[in-house]
């Protein structure tokens, strides 16, 4: 049986290393979004083991230098729809200027 593949889009905190390998000072450095394709239905029955597997995917990306630490996941059923980045500039103006 084939299953159509859902897009999830994972947020993860991306933090660098200051320190030594030993001795490691983590500073927060934003978030970062990966992206993958799975069986929606893994998600809505094993939710728990989908989450360890994405926290094993995350740490295999990570170094001694950087690091990526799971902090949500989204399924997106349906196309991604761009807003106008022009659009967003005029209104931001507008909300600026009423001060």
Known sequence: MNFIKTLVHITAQY???YGTSENPHWKFKGGQIFSLYADADDFMYGE???VKAIKTL???QSNTKFRYEYC???LIFSDITAL???LFEQELE???AKG
């Open 84 to 86: 106008s980045t022009n």
């Open 15 to 17: 933090s660098e290393n």
């Open 72 to 74: 949500s996941h989204e």
């Open 58 to 60: 995350l740490d295999k």
């Open 94 to 96: 507008k909300e600026y």
């Open 48 to 50: 728990e083991q989908c």
